[in-house]
């Protein structure tokens, strides 16, 4: 069964659990390859609330930068150009808050916000810097680096050389 950790089982599988009321708990466990502990808890949810849906799943910890979202998205919507490191800076500084680099990147994108640069440039009427494959290919454009030959005698087009080079 294809399980994440964090994500709740499938509707579908919980009722089939509590379908078989009259089998013992590792026999239903068993049947539907699953864990005893999942059964039990099942069961006890079932019991306590009445509800066979699975409870809300919490973040008992909350962000550290959460009630500054909207000071960020003012931030960024300012137009400034500013790298993470930059925004790091600017939160300690203004708001006492020391961040980590990953801290300030994942509330940037749970708040849906985007610091790329090559966005900014169109805007400007800049152009944006060459890619990482635009670097790799040859000057015709072929994808091919400037071998003259690969291991087997091969060339660019692929036709055999006579190997006298």
Do not use: C, I
Request: proline share 5%; glycine share 10%.
């Amino acid at each position: 069964m294809a399980w994440r950790r964090g994500r709740a089982y499938g509707q579908d599988l919980r009722e089939r659990v509590l379908g078989a009321a009259g089998l013992s708990l590792r026999a239903v466990a068993a049947r539907f390859a699953v864990s005893p502990s999942y059964v039990a808890k099942v069961r006890a949810r079932l019991r306590e609330t009445g509800e066979a849906t699975p409870g809300p799943q919490r973040n008992h910890v909350p962000s550290r930068l959460a009630p500054l979202a909207d000071a960020l998205r003012a931030r960024v919507a300012s137009g400034s150009d500013a790298s993470l490191a930059e925004l790091r800076a600017w939160v300690l500084a203004e708001h006492g808050v020391r961040v980590s680099q990953p801290v300030m990147w994942k509330t940037l994108a749970r708040l849906d916000l985007t610091l790329k640069k090559t966005r900014l440039a169109n805007l400007a009427g800049m152009p944006a810097a060459p890619g990482r494959r635009d670097r790799r290919r040859g000057h015709d454009g072929s994808g091919f680096a400037g071998f003259a030959h690969d291991a087997f005698g091969r060339d660019a087009r692929g036709d055999v050389s006579s190997g006298l080079g």
